[in-house]
């Protein structure tokens, strides 16, 4: 069954999406509501940002197609993550075991794949594909979890790169780095 959920103020329910957090994080921010969309904000110091993630409350199979429509301002990076993995932190927050994300940028998309560790994240880049990708622009992210594979596409920018996702896994939006807005998430089953 597909599943849209458009991120409009008083247009989604909030409550089917749970906040979870990477292992690195000391902070526990939650999206900030525009009119469209949802959005990170800076953080404390000038150069810092928010780095805040939502998972649906819906488990996938492979096979499952994730869009969003997101938007970054200079060096923003949104991105889909997907996992089956998490646990409960030391204050009861939400934390990712190992996860997958899939990153637009300003130079592109990057994979990775992300493995706890001491407090922290061991990551290993899968793949960097780049193209030029406008700040400012809404761009069209799609990720299909394949048996061995991630298909990925940015405005049709498609590629595919080898990785080892759980049958069976959970999938959201991160915004990470710079600041990130995010229009809509499509679960395509």
Not at 65 to 91: K, M, Q
Not at 96 to 115: C, K, Q, S
Request: a positive charge.
């Amino acid at each position: 069954m597909n599943r849209l959920t458009v991120f409009r103020k008083g247009g989604w329910d909030p409550a089917g999406f749970r906040y979870v957090y990477s292992p690195k994080c000391r902070s526990f921010p939650r999206f900030a509501q525009e009119d469209g969309c949802i959005v990170n904000r800076r953080g404390p110091n000038s150069d810092q940002y928010e780095y805040i993630s939502i998972l649906s409350g819906r488990k996938h199979a492979t096979g499952t197609a994730l869009t969003t429509r997101c938007s970054f301002e200079t060096y923003g990076a949104p991105l889909i993550v997907i996992t089956d993995d998490v646990r409960r932190g030391p204050t009861g927050e939400f934390r990712f075991g190992v996860h997958w994300e899939i990153v637009a940028y300003e130079g592109g998309v990057n994979v990775w794949r992300l493995e706890p560790e001491k407090g922290d994240v061991r990551p290993e880049c899968l793949a960097r594909k780049k193209f030029p990708v406008s700040a400012g622009k809404i761009h069209r992210l799609t990720v299909r979890p394949e048996k061995g594979a991630l298909a990925v596409s940015l405005d049709g920018n498609a590629f595919s790169v080898a990785a080892c996702v759980p049958a069976e896994f959970y999938a959201g939006v991160t915004a990470c780095e710079g600041i990130d807005r995010f229009f809509d998430f499509l679960e395509e089953d």
